[in-house]
């Protein structure tokens, strides 16, 4: 069965470095979707991309995230300047017609 | 504005007992989805199932059933005959549309964490 997948499993990093976290969305789908949760907090909503572009953003997603499709598989979210703040995990998703998603299994990303 | 409460934060539950975790959602939307995910420890999350806001029919699939009212903006679950593997948080949310046609986001509510005890 065609599953979302996600690397690294786990990133640490140092405040103010950049990271790059990857998914691999299911391949048919045309909608991806960035979410967070911090450790034991709600899952929050961070972005929406289609027709490879943003369709919606949350507050959240400031200008140091970004979000790209460089190739047709992967759809990457970029911090630039991490925060301890960002230490949390980040899971992608992907839904074919916009109405169920599935998740990826997360990246954990620890900010030291 | 749109919102999910799933009041129960934590149940404890001896192995082949039934229970039931509560939803309760808020919208403004006249047609929208609901939806259960279940996080075991592993962390991934796993859809369980979705339901559209003009089918109220009670669905089972296997021990799991669903109950929705729309009523009083309720969507439950219930497992029957739980299982020690049945241990993890579970997560209702509501999906929101962004813009025009089918692209929504999730609203998710805290979560209930359920250990199931042998």
């Known amino acids: 069965e065609p599953e979302v997948t996600q690397t690294p499993s786990h990133q640490v990093t140092q405040m103010g470095q950049e990271v790059i976290l990857r998914c691999v969305p299911i391949?048919?789908?045309?909608?991806f979707y960035w979410y967070r949760q911090i450790l034991g907090q709600k899952v929050e909503f961070l972005v929406s991309?289609?027709?490879?572009?943003?369709?919606?953003k949350s507050e959240i997603f400031d200008d140091q995230f970004s979000v790209e499709r460089p190739d047709g598989s992967n759809f990457t979210l970029k911090i630039r300047s991490t925060k301890l703040e960002d230490s949390a995990m980040y899971f992608c998703?992907?839904?074919?017609?916009?109405?169920?998603?599935?998740f990826g299994p997360g990246t954990r990303l620890t900010v030291l | 504005a749109q919102k999910v409460t799933q009041a129960q934060t934590e149940i404890s539950v001896v192995e082949k007992e039934d229970v039931t975790l509560d939803c309760v959602y808020e919208?403004?939307?006249?047609?929208?989805?609901l939806f259960w995910y279940k996080q075991p420890p592993s962390g991934e999350l796993v859809f369980l199932i979705r339901?559209?806001?003009?089918d109220e029919q009670n669905e089972i699939s296997g021990r799991y059933s669903w109950n929705f009212q729309k009523s009083t903006s309720s969507f439950n679950f219930t497992i029957t005959a739980s299982q020690v593997v049945d241990s993890a948080v579970y997560f209702c949310?509501?999906?929101?549309?962004?813009?025009?046609?089918?692209?929504?986001?999730?609203?998710w509510g805290l979560g209930t964490s359920l250990a199931v005890n042998p």
């Open positions: 919208t403004r939307d006249t047609t929208y989805y």
């Open positions: 998703a992907s839904s074919e017609s916009g109405r169920t998603q599935y």
């Open positions: 991309f289609y027709n490879n572009e943003i369709s919606e």
């Open positions: 339901r559209n806001s003009f």
């Open positions: 391949s048919n789908h045309l909608y």
């Open positions: 949310a509501l999906s929101e549309v962004l813009n025009a046609g089918n692209n929504r986001k999730l609203i």
